[in-house]
C-alpha cells in the first residue's frame, strides 16, 4: 500500500493527492461533498490554485463536478 502511495504522489504531486484523499473521506454515500475551496485550503496547507487545478484534473476525467459554489460531487464512479 505505501508503494501505491509514492506512485501516485509521484505522478499527481503530493499536495494533489492530499486534496483527493481529503475529498474521499469527506463524500457521502451519494459521493456529494460540501466543502469550500477555502476550507480546504485552510485544512490542508494548500493555495487556491492547487486545489482549483486539482478539481480541474478531476473534472476533465469525468469523475467530478461542482453542483453549486461549496457543493461538489464525485460521479461515474
Known amino acids: 500500500m505505501e508503494l501505491e502511495k509514492e506512485i501516485y504522489k509521484a505522478l499527481l504531486g503530493e499536495k494533489k493527492v492530499e486534496i483527493i484523499n481529503l475529498l474521499c473521506e ?40 461542482r453542483v453549486k459554489n461549496g457543493a461538489y460531487r464525485f460521479k461515474n464512479l
Open 26 to 65: 469527506l463524500s457521502d454515500e451519494n459521493g456529494f461533498i460540501m466543502l469550500k475551496i477555502s476550507d480546504i485550503c485552510e485544512k490542508l496547507n494548500v493555495s487556491k490554485p492547487t486545489v482549483i487545478s486539482t478539481f480541474k484534473l478531476l473534472e476533465e476525467k469525468k469523475i467530478f463536478e
